[in-house]
Nanobody, 117 residues
């Protein structure tokens, strides 16, 4: 069984920063392929950032240059540093990790990020 627990969401003013964290537990997920998705009100879920094969990273065009994904292998933790936040970044942010055998994504329960003045 895999559990993903996100933290770090909250209310921030435009231009501000937040750092999200996700702690993973279990043994059948791939830490090296974890990522973050988000779902804004009235919209579908979209990929924000993720680690890809070979240690590379993939970012949505809308967050490139502002968001950075990182991980701590020893702590089974993935972070998302979000800078220069915009109102359109308001969403529930979900941590994901693929099953190492099937590739099916496990999802956390999400953490709400609200960017507003």
């Amino acid at each position: 069984q895999v559990q993903l627990v996100e933290s770090g969401g909250g209310l921030v003013q435009p231009g501000g920063s937040l750092r999200l964290s996700c702690v993973a537990s279990g043994s059948i997920f791939r830490l090296d392929a974890m990522g973050w998705y988000r779902q804004a009100p009235g919209k579908g879920r979209e990929l924000v950032a993720a680690f890809t094969t070979g240690g590379s990273t993939n970012y949505a065009d809308s967050v490139k240059g502002r968001f950075t994904i990182s991980r701590d292998n020893a702590e089974n933790t993935v972070h998302l540093q979000m800078n220069s936040l915009k109102p359109e970044d308001t969403a529930v942010y979900y941590c994901t990790a693929p099953n190492k055998y099937t590739g099916i994504l496990y999802w956390g329960k999400g953490t709400l990020v609200t960017v507003s003045s």
